[in-house]
């Protein structure tokens, strides 16, 4: 069992930057990928970015690509998720996920193996 928490979240104005992480516990002596997804009610959970073990391979959804950058740092167990040039379309929860293995990437919410809480993050305009 691998147990994920967010922190981070909050208020921001448009334009703004925030940075969310993510530290896991439990199950992580063993390869996992982690990623990032939000929410909105009434709306299917979204990607929003993605990340291999080894930190070298890293994807985006199209929305947030040159805005939002993903990192982790294998030593504390934690993945973050910068936020710049935040837009009111980007108010959601976010959730973090993980999926085990040393060559895995998160690209949809069926391949997720852990789930965090979520985090909101609201962005003003």
């Known amino acids: 069992q691998m147990y994920l928490v967010e922190s981070g979240g909050g208020l921001v104005q448009a334009g703004g930057s925030l940075r969310v992480s993510c530290a896991a516990s439990?199950?992580?002596?063993?390869?996992?990928?982690m990623g990032w997804f939000r929410q909105t009610p009434g709306k299917e959970r979204e990607v929003v970015a993605g990340i291999n073990w080894y930190g070298g391979r890293t994807d985006y959804a199209d929305s947030v690509k040159g805005r939002f950058t993903i990192s982790r740092d294998n030593a504390k167990n934690t993945v973050y998720l910068q936020m710049n040039s935040l837009k009111p379309e980007d108010t959601a929860v976010y959730y973090c996920a993980a999926r085990m293995g040393i060559v895995t990437m998160i690209s949809t919410a069926y391949e997720v193996d852990y789930w965090g809480k979520g985090t909101q993050v609201t962005v003003s305009s």
């Open positions: 439990g199950r992580t002596s063993s390869p996992y990928a």
